[in-house]
C-alpha cells in the first residue's frame, strides 16, 4: 500500500460520525447548562460592539492595514469630489473639496480634458460665490469683510476661468507638421495650484501658463476650421464671462450666476 | 486575502461571542464542531459511549474556558476545543488507568463502529477490508502518532492549526506525520504478511 493509498483510506474514516440523536439532545442538554451559568442572547448593541472590534482585530495586520489605507486614499481621491461637491465658499468642508478637486485633476491624464474640468471648477466656485452673495443672510453690513473677499475670490475665478478657456482653442493646442523639432512645441508646465490661499479656499490655478500638450498632425484646412469655431466659442464665453463679472460688480449676483451657467454649458 | 480577512473575522466574532456568553454562539459552535471533535475523541479512546460523554465534556469545559480566561492566546475556537479535547482525554486516561491499544480484532477490547451506515457499501470487498484493517491498527500506533494522524487525515487539519493545538513547531508536526504514516504501514503491511 503506497502512502498516497494510505491517506486516501484514511480520509475515508471521515465519514464517522455521531448519531444525530444524539446530537440533538447533547446539544439540547449542553444550552440549558450553559443556561443556568448565564448564557444569554445578545443585544443589538452588543453584537455590533462584538463585530466592530473584531473587524479591527482582523485588519490590524500590517498587510491589511496597508491594502485598507491604500483603497481608502484611492477611492478618496477618485469619489471626495462627489462628497464634497456641495460645500459652500463659507462651508468649513469648502477647502476640502478644493483639495478633493485638486487630487480629481490629477487622475485626469489627457490635458485637453483636465483643462476644460479645471474651466468648469472655477465656474462652479464662481457661481457659488455668487449664489452665497446673493443670500441677504451673509450679505450684510456686519459681514462687509468676508463678502469683500469673497468678491475677490469671484473675480479671480473669472479670471482664471477666461485664461483657461483661450487655451481650449486649437490654435494654442496645436503647431502645423514642419520639420521643425517637437522640442519647439510649448514647454511650459502648468503650475497646479496651493499658492494662494485665503479665508474662502484655495485657488486652483495661476492663471497664465497653458498645460504642455503634444504635437497633433492634420490637414490645413480641418486646422482653419476648427480653429474657427473654437475662436467663435472661445470669445463668446469669454465675453459672457465679462458680462457675469460686471453684474457681480454691480452687485446683481443672479444674473452673474445665470450669466455663469451660460457660460459652464458653452464649455461641455 | 480577503478569504484570511472574513476567516480572522469570524474567529474574533465567535470567541468574543462566546465570551461574552452567547447562547447563538454556543450553538453555532456546537454544531460546527461536533462531528469532528466526536471523531478525534472516538479514535483516540475506542468507545462511542464514552467518546459521547467525553465530547460534551469538551463543549462544556471549552464554555467554562473561555468564562474565566482570557482568549489572547487563542488563535481559534477549533484550535481551543482540539487543545481542551486532548486534556480531557488525558484526564480520562489517568481516572480510567488505561490506555487503548486494542485493535478491531481484539475481542476483550473490541472498538464500537459508531454507525456503519454511514459507510458506502458500494466499495469494493478488498477496499472496504483496508479501511476497517486500518481503522484497526490506529489504536496501536503511538499515542502522538495516532492523534497527528487523526487531525490531519481524517479531520482534514492543516498544519498550522495542528502545531498550534499541539504546541510543537510546524516542521515537527511534518516530521511527525511522516513517521506516524510510516508505522501505521507497517503495521498494515505485518498483517498482510501474516
Same mark, same amino acid.
Given at each position: 500500500?503506497?502512502? /498516497?493509498?494510505?491517506? /486516501?483510506?484514511?480520509?475515508?474514516?471521515?465519514?464517522?460520525?455521531?448519531?444525530?440523536? +444524539?446530537?440533538?439532545?447533547?446539544?439540547? @442538554?449542553?444550552?440549558?447548562?450553559?443556561?443556568?451559568?448565564?448564557?444569554?442572547?445578545?443585544?443589538?448593541?452588543?453584537? +455590533?460592539?462584538?463585530?466592530?472590534?473584531?473587524?479591527?482585530?482582523?485588519?490590524?495586520?500590517?498587510?491589511?492595514?496597508?491594502?485598507?489605507?491604500?483603497?481608502?486614499?484611492?477611492?478618496?481621491?477618485?469619489?471626495?469630489?462627489?462628497?464634497?461637491?456641495?460645500?459652500?465658499?463659507?462651508?468649513?468642508?469648502?477647502?476640502?473639496?478644493?483639495?478633493?478637486?485638486?487630487?480629481?485633476?490629477?487622475?485626469?491624464?489627457? =490635458?485637453?480634458?483636465?483643462?476644460?474640468?479645471?474651466?468648469?471648477?472655477?465656474?462652479?466656485?464662481?457661481?457659488?460665490?455668487?449664489?452665497?452673495?446673493?443670500?441677504?443672510?451673509?450679505?450684510?453690513?456686519?459681514?462687509?469683510?468676508?463678502?469683500?473677499?469673497?468678491?475677490?475670490?469671484?473675480?479671480?475665478?473669472?479670471?482664471?476661468?477666461?485664461?483657461?478657456?483661450?487655451?481650449?482653442?486649437?490654435? /494654442?493646442?496645436?503647431? =502645423?507638421?514642419?520639420?521643425?523639432?517637437?522640442?519647439?512645441?510649448?514647454?511650459?508646465? +502648468?503650475? @497646479?495650484?496651493?499658492?494662494?490661499?485665503?479665508?474662502?479656499?484655495?485657488?486652483? +490655478?495661476?492663471?497664465?501658463?497653458?498645460?504642455?500638450? =503634444?504635437?497633433?498632425?492634420?490637414?490645413?484646412?480641418?486646422?482653419?476650421?476648427?480653429?474657427?469655431?473654437?475662436?467663435?466659442?472661445?470669445?463668446?464665453?469669454?465675453?459672457?464671462?465679462?458680462?457675469?463679472?460686471?453684474?457681480?460688480?454691480?452687485?446683481?449676483?443672479?444674473?452673474?450666476?445665470?450669466?455663469?451657467?451660460?457660460?459652464?454649458?458653452?464649455? /461641455? | 486575502?480577503? *478569504? !484570511?480577512?472574513?476567516?480572522?473575522?469570524?474567529?474574533?466574532?465567535? #470567541?468574543? &461571542?462566546?465570551? !461574552?456568553?452567547?447562547?447563538?454562539?454556543?450553538?453555532?459552535?456546537?454544531?460546527? !464542531?461536533?462531528?469532528?471533535?466526536?471523531?478525534?475523541?472516538?479514535?483516540?479512546?475506542?468507545?462511542?459511549?464514552?467518546?459521547?460523554?467525553?465530547?460534551?465534556?469538551?463543549? $462544556?469545559?471549552?464554555?467554562?474556558?473561555?468564562?474565566?480566561?482570557? $482568549?489572547?492566546?487563542?488563535?481559534?475556537? &477549533?484550535?481551543?476545543?482540539?487543545?481542551?479535547?486532548?486534556?480531557?482525554?488525558?484526564?480520562?486516561? &489517568?481516572?480510567? *488507568?488505561?490506555?487503548?491499544?486494542?485493535?478491531?480484532?481484539?475481542?476483550?477490547?473490541?472498538?464500537?463502529?459508531?454507525?456503519?451506515?454511514?459507510?458506502?457499501?458500494?466499495?469494493?470487498?478488498?477496499?472496504?477490508?483496508?479501511?476497517?484493517?486500518?481503522?484497526?491498527?490506529?489504536? #496501536?500506533?503511538?499515542?502522538?502518532?495516532?492523534?497527528?494522524?487523526?487531525?490531519?487525515?481524517? !479531520?482534514?487539519?492543516? $498544519?498550522?492549526?495542528?502545531?498550534?493545538?499541539? *504546541?510543537?513547531?510546524?516542521?515537527?508536526? &511534518?516530521?511527525? $506525520?511522516?513517521?506516524?504514516?510510516?508505522?501505521?504501514?507497517?503495521?498494515?503491511?505485518?498483517?498482510?504478511?501474516?
Amino acid at each position: 500500500m503506497t502512502d /498516497k493509498d494510505l491517506i /486516501k483510506k484514511l480520509n475515508s474514516l471521515k465519514s464517522l460520525k455521531p448519531d444525530d440523536s +444524539f446530537k440533538k439532545s447533547n446539544r439540547d @442538554i449542553l444550552l440549558s447548562q450553559i443556561s443556568n451559568s448565564g448564557a444569554r442572547d445578545l443585544s443589538s448593541w452588543q453584537s +455590533f460592539s462584538i463585530n466592530f472590534t473584531s473587524f479591527m482585530k482582523a485588519i490590524s495586520q500590517p498587510a491589511y492595514a496597508l491594502g485598507i489605507f491604500l483603497f481608502v486614499i484611492l477611492s478618496g481621491s477618485l469619489f471626495s469630489h462627489q462628497i464634497f461637491s456641495g460645500a459652500k465658499p463659507n462651508d468649513s468642508l469648502y477647502i476640502a473639496r478644493i483639495v478633493s478637486e485638486k487630487a480629481r485633476l490629477n487622475t485626469v491624464m489627457n =490635458p485637453s480634458d483636465r483643462n476644460k474640468l479645471a474651466v468648469r471648477f472655477a465656474l462652479e466656485h464662481a457661481q457659488d460665490i455668487s449664489s452665497v452673495l446673493a443670500d441677504p443672510n451673509f450679505n450684510t453690513e456686519a459681514n462687509q469683510d468676508q463678502v469683500a473677499r469673497l468678491n475677490e475670490s469671484f473675480n479671480r475665478e473669472i479670471d482664471s476661468a477666461r485664461s483657461m478657456i483661450s487655451y481650449l482653442s486649437p490654435e /494654442k493646442k496645436v503647431s =502645423p507638421v514642419s520639420e521643425a523639432s517637437s522640442t519647439e512645441a510649448s514647454e511650459d508646465v +502648468f503650475q @497646479i495650484a496651493g499658492s494662494e490661499k485665503d479665508e474662502q479656499g484655495l485657488q486652483l +490655478f495661476e492663471a497664465n501658463e497653458p498645460i504642455a500638450t =503634444p504635437l497633433v498632425e492634420t490637414t490645413s484646412i480641418e486646422l482653419e476650421e476648427v480653429e474657427e469655431e473654437a475662436a467663435t466659442s472661445s470669445d463668446l464665453t469669454g465675453s459672457i464671462l465679462d458680462e457675469a463679472k460686471q453684474f457681480s460688480e454691480n452687485k446683481d449676483y443672479q444674473k452673474a450666476s445665470e450669466k455663469l451657467r451660460e457660460a459652464s454649458e458653452l464649455i /461641455k | 486575502m480577503a *478569504g !484570511n480577512l472574513i476567516k480572522k473575522f469570524k474567529n474574533s466574532q465567535s #470567541l468574543k &461571542r462566546l465570551k !461574552n456568553q452567547d447562547r447563538d454562539a454556543f450553538t453555532k459552535a456546537y454544531d460546527d !464542531n461536533i462531528d469532528d471533535i466526536y471523531r478525534f475523541v472516538y479514535f483516540k479512546i475506542g468507545s462511542r459511549e464514552e467518546a459521547n460523554d467525553l465530547t460534551s465534556t469538551v463543549f $462544556l469545559k471549552t464554555w467554562s474556558h473561555i468564562q474565566t480566561n482570557s $482568549l489572547e492566546s487563542s488563535k481559534t475556537l &477549533r484550535a481551543l476545543l482540539y487543545k481542551v479535547a486532548r486534556t480531557t482525554i488525558i484526564d480520562y486516561y &489517568r481516572e480510567s *488507568g488505561r490506555k487503548i491499544t486494542a485493535s478491531l480484532d481484539d475481542e476483550e477490547n473490541k472498538i464500537d463502529i459508531a454507525d456503519e451506515s454511514s459507510f458506502d457499501f458500494n466499495e469494493k470487498m478488498d477496499e472496504a477490508s483496508d479501511i476497517a484493517l486500518i481503522k484497526g491498527k490506529l489504536p #496501536l500506533l503511538k499515542e502522538e502518532y495516532r492523534e497527528v494522524i487523526i487531525m490531519r487525515f481524517i !479531520n482534514d487539519l492543516t $498544519l498550522e492549526e495542528i502545531a498550534d493545538i499541539s *504546541g510543537k513547531k510546524k516542521g515537527t508536526v &511534518r516530521v511527525l $506525520l511522516h513517521r506516524a504514516l510510516s508505522a501505521l504501514k507497517e503495521l498494515v503491511k505485518e498483517d498482510d504478511r501474516l
